[in-house]
């Protein structure tokens, strides 16, 4: 592939701009004048109001955040100085803002409707319409499994989906499948393999009927040393099974049985092909479509399957009216923008590393762990879209765990830790599941937790109060809180297809917002590859002296210490 052209438009140093230097000055104020969310709410009743935002159906408060009016005009003005709502724009136009790929940067369109097909020709191609004709290709199929009209080789209906994918492949699917369990349909469950250690193959597929079980091998390159190591595997146990159950006897069979059991997922439709599964059988997607963007893409398709199509068209539609919001909100009202301009303020005013993500719902319980590739795999860049070096910190350390679990675990840290860790609270009005525990509604017991959290967060105890309650001096800087510590409430009717689109599609924007204020590519991954390429080069050592002798000290010492433990495993089993 030949190298793209140096880009022409280069980013503008944030830390550069007056607003920035606004900002630094803001901040030293803030810091000599004391931040007290105490004082902020006492003073300012219209506070919740002012930072308090519809984004879609979602209910999003910011109020708890270490913000005043000026903090929220210098950053707006810092978003207008370094032209984000321009970028927004040329990235939902389809221009090549993925400077290091060359390439248009258009999840958006993967969610926009039908009415809009030919409004958005980009590189020559209708991305509407081609994105429609996917998507009925998909909505067919997957109703054919559902229905259990289409079946395994002997005749049998699909029981169990096996995903193999891993990073954008499998993280958003997973996240998904798990935030929508209530809405699967009986009898149809999806197993997601992702990791090479044959132990997540091994777990997620031997309990399960071959005959009953349709594989879909999700990957964009079709490259990816661990899918396409699983996808063989799986193509082994699948057809050793069937023959030894008598479904399948001669090479013929084998090739019936890979095309009633094996579907894919990919923009390398040669590689499919090569890989024996048929372009019937192959679902695609565009180079448009960041992995990590591509839940929404055929990526989805085990979602699809599970869910049906009705919860998919949702799914999009919650997405979409999150991408109508972040495009046409005025900058100065636009909660999306705000919110990843408070990210910048933590992480370059506030030295903040790390963000925690706290879904007061158990069905979220993956959600930061899909998070933490959309925004590290994103932002975790040290050089900008020009090639120069980037000019402040970037990137936030994602991180969290489904509430109240997290309250027994790590809240220690963040309400009397040393360390600002700004956290997003997520919970929903209405549960899938309403339980009484005697009078108490146990959904309004988990809220009341949300509720309390984000409060001692942001009010504290302070010493008087502590005292008061008879603590003697020596113990009271212990029960101390000292509060203003950053929040964001996020609030919806209920989790449902929806709603999980428009979070997802909430959090990619707040990515873009932080992008682009540092001015770097969130599009590309060349952090992932080194260690990709190296694993190859490693392979050979274990079994050839030559590739051995090419490790480094460290890796030799270490195979060694491998071999020692492998023959001592292997004595114990004999
Ligand atoms: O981890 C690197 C990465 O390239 C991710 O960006 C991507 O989501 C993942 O690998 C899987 O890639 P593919 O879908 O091509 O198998």
């Given amino acids: 592939m030949p190298f793209p052209p140096e880009p022409t438009v280069r980013p503008t140093d944030p830390t ?176 997601y393999v992702s990791n090479i250690d044959p132990c997540d193959m091994y777990e997620k597929t031997h309990s399960l009927n071959p005959e009953t079980t349709l594989v879909i091998v999700v990957s964009k390159t079709f490259t990816t040393l661990e899918t396409m190591t699983n996808a063989r595997v799986a193509r082994t146990w699948l057809l050793d099974a069937l023959r030894k159950q008598g479904a399948i006897t001669t090479k013929d069979d084998e090739a019936r049985a890979i095309a009633h059991h094996f579907v894919a997922v990919s923009t390398n439709l040669e590689l499919v092909q090569q890989f024996g599964i048929s372009p019937d059988c192959t679902f695609g997607f565009w180079n448009w479509v960041g992995g990590r963007y591509s839940v929404d893409s055929a990526v989805g398709l085990s979602l699809m399957i599970a869910c049906g199509v009705q919860a998919f068209e949702e799914f999009l539609h919650g997405f979409h009216a999150v991408d109508e919001y972040f495009y046409s909100t ?141 603590t003697p001096e020596w113990m009271v800087p212990a029960r101390v809180f000292s509060g203003n510590k950053p929040t964001t409430s996020i609030f919806g009717k209920e989790l449902n297809a929806f709603s999980v689109g428009e979070l997802i599609a909430l959090y990619e924007h707040i990515v873009f917002v932080e992008g682009s204020v540092w001015g770097i590519d969130s599009f590309d991954q060349w952090g992932v590859e080194l260690g990709k390429q190296l694993a190859k080069q490693i392979v050979p050592a274990f079994h050839d002296k030559d590739a051995l002798s090419k490790q480094d000290a460290s890796t030799q010492s270490l195979l060694a210490f491998y071999h020692s433990c492998r023959s001592y495993a292997h004595t114990m089993q004999k």
């Fill in 16 to 191: 550069q701009t007056n607003a920035w230097k606004k900002l630094s000055d803001h901040y030293n104020t803030l810091k000599t004048a004391g931040i007290s969310m105490r004082d902020w709410f006492a003073q300012d009743p219209s506070r919740v109001q002012e930072f308090t935002f519809t984004v879609g159906d979602l209910h999003i408060d910011l109020s708890k955040n270490i913000i005043t009016s000026t903090t929220k005009n210098l950053l707006f003005e810092l978003a207008r100085e370094l032209h984000i709502d321009e970028r927004k724009k040329a990235m939902f136009a389809g221009e090549h803002i993925n400077t290091t790929e060359d390439r248009a940067v258009l999840h958006t369109a993967l969610r926009r409707p039908m009415e809009d097909e030919g409004k958005l020709i980009v590189d020559g191609q209708d991305c509407v319409k081609d994105v429609r004709y996917e998507l009925n290709r998909m909505y067919a199929f997957a109703e054919r499994v559902r229905l259990g009209q289409w079946t395994g080789v002997s005749g049998k209906a699909i029981t169990d989906i096996v995903s193999i994918g891993i990073g954008g492949s499998d993280l958003g699917p997973v996240m998904v499948y798990e935030a929508l369990k209530p809405y699967v349909q009986e009898g149809l469950r999806v197993h």
């Fill in 330 to 470: 005025p900058l100065e009202e636009n909660a999306i923008m705000l919110m990843g301009l408070l990210n910048v303020w933590y992480t370059n005013f506030f030295g903040a590393s790390s963000h925690a993500v706290l879904p007061y719902s158990q069905y979220l319980h993956r959600f930061a762990a899909y998070l933490q590739q959309l925004t590290m795999e994103s932002n975790g860049k040290s050089t900008r879209w020009d090639g120069t070096p980037v000019t402040c910190n970037t990137g936030e350390i994602f991180w969290g765990e489904a509430g109240t679990n997290g309250q027994h675990a790590f809240y220690q840290l963040i309400h009397q830790g040393t360390h600002l860790i700004p956290a997003d609270f997520i919970a929903f009005a209405n549960t899938a599941h309403a339980t009484q525990d005697g009078n108490q509604d146990i959904h309004e017991l988990f809220l009341a937790n949300f509720l309390a959290q984000t409060k001692a967060l942001a009010f504290g105890k302070t010493a008087d109060e502590v005292r008061a309650e008879g």
